[in-house]
């Protein structure tokens, strides 16, 4: 379809894109004679959803299969069933396999472990991105198997991938509180929320007045869909009348001070301006205020709902669907809290 780009190659087979100054505009180049584009919008994620349901990806009978070919089948029919932020990860990794596996491209047939292995090394400077491309090509594979586009064994089973030791990271209450303190309002509002619900920073942000009824916060994680219902109560109560109790141009709970919906970029921005302040306020606490990162309210939460109430209440309130999995995200930043033999 059209001629080889030389250009933006992780692009799909026959979509393109224009630059025209900061903004980037997509394309299906559709083939034709005289050249002929289908606007696709400036959203790469959006932009590939249209080309997948423009074009029939589906190879001609005898025709070598490629792992572009396959990966294309799988955007298309696999990638819009998963959440916004997955798809924009996986169209990442996929830019990065295409590298190696469509330059020149790859017969299905011909990659095996050693390729699989080869692919580690070369991205050995980025090893929890590695492990997680090597994860998307399984599952690529693991499609192809069961669309009937191979019958091989997955190149990946057996291939170990890197160590990863995840965070560890503990926020300390005299730490929440330095930064609490240095804070603008709409921060404050999001740090309490963020902590006294549990819920990731996206989720957050998202958190409405139409979300509150029957004396419960209802939340609907971005990551799995989780459903969940937060009693309005206690702590939780109160940071909920403040937030409400500020100027809002919608509905939403955190807001910025002119009243519109905090964004995630705003929300950096005051973070990092409330580290610094916190800092200069407490520099004794310097070093662990620096390793603080938003995020790691939520390992807070689980880990002190789990010490106060138990594993089985951390799970429910971070939403996972294991006390396994609760266990290994908690219990490794602060460690168990045991008895002393006497």
């Not at 020149?104 to 292995?117: M, N, R, S, W, Y």
């Amino acid at each position: 379809m059209g001629r080889t780009p030389t250009r933006n190659k992780n692009l799909p087979s026959g979509m393109r894109a224009r630059h025209r100054g900061a903004k980037t505009y997509y394309y299906l180049d559709t083939g034709a004679v005289p050249r002929k584009e289908i606007p696709l919008g400036q959203d790469y994620v959006l932009a590939v959803q249209k080309w997948a349901e423009l074009t029939v990806s589906s190879a001609p009978p005898g025709a070598v299969i490629t792992f572009r070919h396959v990966a294309e089948r799988y955007v298309r029919d696999v990638l819009p069933g998963k959440a916004l932020a997955t798809r924009k990860d996986n169209l990442r990794e996929l830019a990065n396999l295409y590298r190696i596996f469509d330059d020149p491209p790859f017969a299905l047939e011909d990659i095996d472990p050693v390729d699989v292995k080869k692919y580690l090394d070369w991205r050995k400077d980025a090893p929890v991105r590695a492990n997680r491309e090597k994860a998307l090509l399984s599952h690529i594979w693991n499609f192809a198997r069961e669309t009937g586009l191979t019958n091989l064994m997955n190149p990946c089973a057996g291939v170990k991938g890197y160590r990863e030791t995840g965070r560890d990271t503990y926020v300390d209450d005299v730490v929440l509180r330095a930064v609490w303190d240095a804070a603008e309002q709409p921060l404050r509002d999001a740090l309490d929320l963020a902590y006294l619900t549990g819920q990731r920073p996206a989720d957050v942000l998202k958190l409405s007045r139409d979300d509150i009824a029957d004396g419960a916060l209802t939340v609907v994680q971005n990551k799995g869909g989780k459903r969940l219902r937060i009693a309005v109560e206690g702590e939780l109560a109160a940071a909920i009348e403040r937030a409400t109790a500020r100027p809002s141009m919608g509905r939403t709970l955190v807001n910025t001070m002119d009243g519109y919906a905090m964004t995630k970029f705003e929300l950096r921005g005051a973070f990092d301006r409330a580290r610094l302040a916190a800092i200069e306020a407490r520099p004794e606490l310097s070093a662990k205020i620096r390793a603080f990162q938003f995020r790691d309210l939520r390992a807070k939460a689980g880990t002190d709902t789990e010490e106060r109430s138990g594993m089985a209440a951390a799970k429910d309130q971070l939403g996972h669907s294991s006390e396994t999995m609760t266990a290994q995200y908690v219990r490794h930043r602060r460690g168990k809290l045991v008895k002393p033999t006497k």
